[in-house]
């Protein structure tokens, strides 16, 4: 078993020596990313999670002091950060100090690894809604283990456990590692053949999922800080990001 926050300590050992010496250029927290710029130009994101909402007036009393900042303060909410919100915050300074080369698998829908075939089965953790048809139309049975019950109705732990542990592909949400779910996720899990860690929050740093059963990382690098920043802070989601994202894949030896 691995303890939960095992990966974002992880990422934080591995990327805060490329933190020293650079500043937060500036920093958008909107209604479903956190955006994040260095002084160096390079930018990161990660979701913000609708359960982040903290109560009253404050949600980051820090607000209105990030820019200028040394990195490494936002990178330290990998490992300090008390709830999603500030993990999320750590999470896009770390994508932004990751630069994975270009031509890295790049601009292919993840799945298009898998060679899905008919009969087997696949875990989806997190709703991610443009897959569902096209893993069904490969012949996989599909079963979607969801936290949220306005978008999906849920599991209940039995067979949310049992679907875990009998699948043969998992696809698992980025944002596992913002509520601290993914390594009690990953440990119900029994031999699937692949396991891909998908979306914009992802970390692309394979050696952290060392020890780990995950074969695919499936993120995004930000190409136009300009208009990403601009469209987090004007409430934008992934369809509006998009163009303005470079999608990777790596495959984790």
Known sequence: MIKSGTIL???YESIEPAAQNLRIADLRIGLSYVGIKLDDGAAGLAAVLPESAVRGCTVLKEAGTYVGLPVVETLKYLVEGKNALRR??????ANALVLPKKGDNEDREATTYLNL?????VVMVGLFAPLVERIRSTGATLTIVEKNPERLDLLSPEDKEKALKNCDVAIITATTLL??????????LDAPRSVVLMGPST??????????PVTHLGGAVVVNST????????GGGTPALRPYLRFVNLINK
Do not use: H, W
Request: proline content about 5%.
């Open 9 to 11: 300590n992880r990422l």
């Open 203 to 212: 970390p692309l740093v394979s050696e952290i999922f060392r020890d780990t």
């Open 227 to 234: 208009k990403v920043l601009q469209i987090i802070s004007e």
């Open 117 to 121: 075939q008919p009969g087997e089965k």
């Open 179 to 188: 509520n601290n779910t993914f390594e009690e996720t990953i440990d119900l």
């Open 88 to 93: 999320a915050v750590g999470v896009a300074t």
